[in-house]
C-alpha cells in the first residue's frame, strides 16, 4: 500500500501544465553551486526544495524569482525567460519582511494596490486572506505591535494576495517555535488550498516537506545536484504519525545524510 503513496516524479507524469521550467548551474566565481539543476514545476503544485545547509537552496530561488543571472542555464516561466518586471514573483523569506510603516490592512494589500485593484476588491481580496490566517481583529496593527508570528503570516498573506506567477519560500517558519510553526504550516495548507498558486518552499526540515508538499526534491551538498524527486500523493491532512509518513521522512533523511559528508556542514 506504501508503495502507491511516493512515486519518483518522473514515474507519476503530473497532469498540470508546466508553470516554471528550470535548467540551471550556477557558479560564484570558483565555486560551483549547482551543477545541471533540471526539474519543472506544475501549475498550482507545492513543490518542497530539501538541501544540507550551504547547497545553494536560497541561491537557487534568487534565480527563480529572476533577481540572480545563473551563469549557465535559464529558468522559463510560462515559457519565457524569468523577468520579474513581467512576471508576478512572490518571495517570502525567513525573516519576516513586512512594512513598518503600514498597518497589517495595508502590508497585505500593497501588492493588489500596485496592480491597480478596485477598492472593494482589495477590501474584499485582504479580508479574506486575513480570515484564512487568522489575523481578523488585527487589521489597525502596525507590525511592531504583533508577534513575529504574525508577522510572517502577514507576509505569507501577501505572497498569496496578488496571484502570483510563482510564490518562492525561503525557510520561512524556521525561527518560529514548534506549536507556531505547526500552526502556521496548517495555516499556509489553508490559504493555498484558497486561493491556489504554484509555491516552491524550501526547507531543511523534512517533516515539513512531508506534510506540505505535493512533491519533493531533496538536493545534495554542492555542486547540487537532484538526489530525489518524489510526488508524495499521501492524502491531507497528514497525519505525521502514520507509518507511511515517518516511512517517507526516514527515506528523505537517509538521503540527505548519504548526500553530507560525515563531519561536514554544508
Ligand atoms: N553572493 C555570494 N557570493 C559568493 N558566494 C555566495 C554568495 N551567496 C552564497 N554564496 C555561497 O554559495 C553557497 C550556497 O549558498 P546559499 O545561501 O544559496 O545556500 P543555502 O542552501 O540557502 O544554505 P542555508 O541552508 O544555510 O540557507 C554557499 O557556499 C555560500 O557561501
Ligand atoms: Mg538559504
Not at 477598492?119 to 511592531?144: F, K, M, Q
Not at 497528514?238 to 533523511?253: D, G, V, Y
Amino acid at each position: 500500500m506504501a508503495a502507491t503513496l511516493t512515486k519518483p516524479a518522473a514515474e507519476a507524469p503530473d497532469p498540470r501544465p508546466v508553470k516554471v521550467d528550470v535548467d540551471v548551474s550556477h557558479r560564484y566565481g570558483t565555486l560551483p553551486v549547482h551543477d545541471g539543476l533540471k526539474f519543472t514545476v506544475r501549475e498550482n503544485e507545492f513543490l518542497c526544495l530539501c538541501g544540507p545547509s550551504g547547497c545553494g537552496k536560497t541561491t537557487l530561488l534568487d534565480i527563480l524569482a529572476g533577481l540572480l543571472e545563473p551563469t549557465g542555464g535559464r529558468v522559463l516561466v510560462h515559457g519565457e525567460p524569468v523577468n520579474p518586471k513581467r512576471h508576478n514573483i512572490s518571495f517570502v523569506f525567513q525573516e519576516p519582511s513586512t512594512l513598518p510603516w503600514l498597518s497589517v490592512r495595508d502590508n497585505v494589500a500593497v501588492g493588489l494596490r500596485i496592480k491597480k485593484r478596485s477598492a472593494d476588491d482589495v477590501r474584499s481580496t485582504v479580508d479574506d486572506i486575513l480570515g484564512v490566517v487568522n489575523l481578523r481583529g488585527y487589521e489597525n496593527y502596525y507590525p511592531h505591535q504583533i508577534s513575529g508570528g504574525m508577522k510572517q503570516r502577514v507576509a505569507i498573506a501577501r505572497a498569496f494576495a496578488t496571484d502570483a506567477d510563482v510564490i518562492l519560500m525561503d525557510e520561512p517558519f524556521v525561527s518560529l517555535d514548534q506549536p507556531t510553526r505547526e500552526r502556521m504550516q496548517a495555516e499556509v495548507l489553508s490559504i493555498w488550498a484558497r486561493k491556489k498558486g504554484t509555491v516552491i518552499f524550501v526547507t531543511h526540515n523534512l517533516e515539513e516537506a512531508v506534510f506540505l508538499g505535493d512533491r519533493a526534491i531533496i538536493l545534495s551538498a554542492k555542486p547540487a545536484r537532484i538526489l530525489a524527486d518524489v510526488r508524495i500523493l499521501l492524502p491531507r491532512p497528514r497525519n505525521t504519525l502514520s507509518p507511511e509518513f515517518t516511512r517517507l521522512r526516514a527515506q528523505f533523511a537517509n538521503l540527505l545524510n548519504a548526500a553530507v559528508p560525515a563531519g561536514t556542514g554544508g
